[in-house]
């Protein structure tokens, strides 16, 4: 340390003593705020753009701030440095990105699996499991079942998979497989796997078994019981190549929703290490899907401030793709069915109040019109009873009740959200992914009504995410999709075009950005400390090559971060030309 910092001190305590007088007051004030402060700023740094896009109300515009301890202690506008100094400085700033809705073990696995997205075919598939497996001689054993993510039986002429369709060749006999439709709620296993289960197959409640080797919601448990769980060493690595992943594209923050007690063990290990480079809000989920297990959960927020567990995770129904969201009237496009409910009412209500009343936070899953319904109900029973005769937009503001997804919503039930102020969860890009059979589905009525509303939630504060692996997690492809509703990996709606899909519900990019930012904070109880670069914020920014609010509307799919900072420390640089080795 500077020689100059020692000197410094005697002259910085009489300063003080000239100014308050007495020891005693000095004593305190050494022990206090007031000294802290005067030591901290210090040992802070500083930082100049071009520009800083703060979305904070004080100062929205900003070109330089300074960090101390990991959190902005300065923003402000430069007017000392000189012309030459400023037209020197490069880059734009936007605060940290959050996800609000994500898998963060899932993730890593999916980038240690066969990646089966855009697979239009059966054949597309075999070519993917047999290039996986000629480089992954372990996968497929007893111990390491070879996993993937990412079929979708529309893309096989509309019927559903079988485990036969599995037996490729010679190198998949007796292997064990087991691959996550596109939506992971329905699973994929091969022959080997079978073998496994018991015989004849249980009925399970709120699941489906369509096809020989293909469990849907929860029927999965029937085989999940079976597989071997990855252990430690490798969760480990799923963690660390899912974060660093992460950072590289802006994503500083996450809403996880939905982590076993025996998975919080290991992140609450794990956050104290240089590694840990993303900040986790963690959704509890019991190994009983939809129960209660106040034994095994416990509220987390690390002295770092890199994971926080207050909150639960419940599931009203499954997915639109596999007709297992819940509705209200039966799909269009298959009369017989109106989805799977995971969990009837009164347990969903039950719950719903069990966890808040210790202390929990609540988000339920639903897609469908008929779960909506369901965790509207479970939220207002819980308002009832939680704040007799207060107000339930009042009540909510301590709560602070989540829908996961908000995809299919009545009319009558978006009007009580209003009123009692429930926060929904929307990903956007589930809208472009799903609305090639969404209408079809759903018909033209509920579509227009009832389906993937965006800007009609607006006033609610709406959390943007991903719900990665299910999507890719890039921000800015969601927000392409919330501004423009077409897909960010072709630039076209549903009919081919680029006018959009119900572009009634777009948004701006302003307010696409705030769903990525100040709403998930607000949602995680991290308001002011989140999502904005303010005095008291984490010190976790974003480096882009132009202002996001310039960025033309179609090359916002293509956009690439530049830097990305997590407690005022780089976690990721985009390599230049100076990183790329030379010949000779």
């Known amino acids: 340390m500077s020689s100059l910092f020692w000197l410094s001190i005697p002259l910085l305590l009489a300063a003080i003593v000239y100014q308050v007088g007495t020891p005693v007051l000095v004593a305190n004030l050494i022990s206090g705020n007031i000294f802290f402060n005067i030591i901290s700023n210090i040992f802070s740094t500083t930082h100049c753009y071009v520009s800083v896009s703060t979305l904070s109300s004080t100062l929205p515009n900003a070109e330089c701030f300074s960090v101390s301890n990991g ?14 100094t400023k037209e020197a400085r490069t880059g734009h700033v936007i605060p940290g990105l959050w996800d609000g809705h994500g898998h963060l073990v899932q993730y890593g696995e999916l980038l240690d699996s066969v990646n089966l997205f855009g697979a239009m075919s059966m054949d597309d598939v075999r070519r993917l499991l047999i290039d996986y497996k000629a480089s992954h001689k372990q996968a497929g054993t007893p111990e390491q079942w070879l996993r993937g993510i990412g079929w979708d039986q529309a893309n096989f002429e509309g019927r559903w998979p079988i485990a036969p369709d599995l037996e490729i060749n010679d190198a998949f006999e007796q292997q064990y ?28 409640t709120g699941g489906e078994i369509p096809a020989k080797g293909v469990f849907c919601d929860n029927a999965m448990d029937v085989v999940m019981q079976y597989y071997p769980r990855p252990n430690k060493e490798r969760k480990t690595k799923f963690v660390q190549d899912a974060m660093w992943e992460l950072n590289k ?45 106040p034994a095994k959960a416990r509220k987390i927020a690390t002295s770092n401030e890199k994971l926080f567990v207050r909150s639960v995770k419940l599931f009203g129904d499954g997915a639109l793709g596999s007709w297992g969201s819940a509705m209200i009237e039966p799909y269009s496009d298959k009369n017989s069915s109106s989805g799977s409910l995971l969990v009837n009412a009164t347990t969903l209500s039950k719950l719903t109040l069990d966890w808040s009343t210790a202390g929990y936070q609540v988000n339920i899953h639903a897609i469908g019109d008929l779960a909506n319904r369901l965790a509207v109900d479970a939220f207002t029973e819980a308002f009832e009873r939680l704040c007799p005769g207060q107000d339930h937009r009042e009540c909510q503001t301590q709560r602070r009740f989540r829908i996961e997804h908000s995809q299919i919503i009545h009319p009558d ?19 472009t992914s799903d609305m090639a059979y969404a209408e079809k589905r759903l018909g033209r009525t509920r579509t227009e009504h009832e389906a993937y ?10 959390v943007f995410g991903s719900d990665f692996p299910v999507e890719p997690a890039n921000v ?109």
């Open 413 to 431: 039930d978006q009007q009580r959200i209003f009123d009692s102020g429930i926060i929904p969860s929307i990903q956007p890009t589930h809208a």
């Open 453 to 462: 509303r965006m800007r009609s939630l607006l006033p609610l504060g709406p």
């Open 177 to 204: 497989v087991m691959l996550d439709r596109v939506d992971v709620h329905c699973i994929w296993v091969s022959e080997a796997v079978l073998a496994l289960l018991p015989s004849p197959l249980p009925d399970v």
């Open 249 to 293: 594209l802006g994503i500083v923050g996450i809403h996880d929703a939905g982590v076993f007690p025996a998975e919080l063990d290991l992140y609450e290990e794990l956050s104290q290490g240089k590694d840990w480079n993303v900040r986790v809000y963690a959704m509890m989920e019991c190994e009983t899907r939809n129960t209660f297990c």
């Open 71 to 84: 959190k902005f202690s300065r923003v402000f506008l430069d007017q000392t440095s000189f012309k030459i």
């Open 476 to 584: 800015f492809e969601g927000i392409f999709a919330a501004v423009t509703r077409r897909s960010p990996q072709t630039g076209l709606d549903a009919d081919g075009g680029t006018e959009g899909w119900y572009t009634e519900e777009t948004v701006t990019v302003r307010q696409a950005l705030e769903g990525f930012t100040i709403h998930p904070a607000y949602a995680a109880f991290l308001e002011g400390k989140a999502g904005v670069i303010q005095p008291g914020a984490y010190a976790d920014w974003v480096v882009l090559d132009d202002p996001i609010d310039a960025i033309d509307i179609e090359s916002l799919r293509n956009v690439t971060v530049r830097e990305t900072w997590v407690g005022g420390r780089r976690v990721y640089k985009r390599p230049g030309p100076e990183d790329i080795p030379r010949n000779g």
